[in-house]
Nanobody
Framework: QVQLVESGGGLVQPGGSLTLTCAAS????????TGWFRQAPGKEREYVAS???????NYADSAKGRFIISRNIAKNTVSLQMTALKPEDTAIYFC?????WGQGTQVTVSS
């Protein structure tokens, strides 16, 4: 059974950091792109970052310079290190691989 499970979300103050992890089972994350998306209340889901099968990374403008996406092939996980978090980063963050989505993890940036 294919499953993507996100973890690492939580409440953080502006300027703080969080690392999200997407753990995959039933598939390998190392041949195709894995992406992070987010959806804020009342807004559409939007792209955040992705890492291709060859390791090339891409970021939305909102994530550049603050977020880093990485992959651990041995653990079959993809992580998103988020720094300098802003209130506008508040959203549910989803992991995406091919046609699969995780259930999401809530990130709240608030003082």
């Amino acid at each position: 059974q294919v499953q993507l499970v996100e973890s690492g979300g939580g409440l953080v103050q502006p300027g703080g950091s969080l690392t999200l992890t997407c753990a995959a089972s039933g598939l390998n994350l190392d041949f195709y792109a894995t992406g992070w998306f987010r959806q804020a209340p009342g807004k559409e889901r939007e792209y955040v970052a992705s890492i291709a099968g060859d390791g090339i990374t891409n970021y939305a403008d909102s994530a550049k310079g603050r977020f880093i996406i990485s992959r651990n092939i041995a653990k079959n996980t993809v992580s998103l290190q988020m720094t300098a978090l802003k209130p506008e980063d508040t959203a549910i963050y989803f992991c995406h691989f091919r046609s699969y989505w995780g259930q999401g993890t809530q990130v709240t940036v608030s003082s």
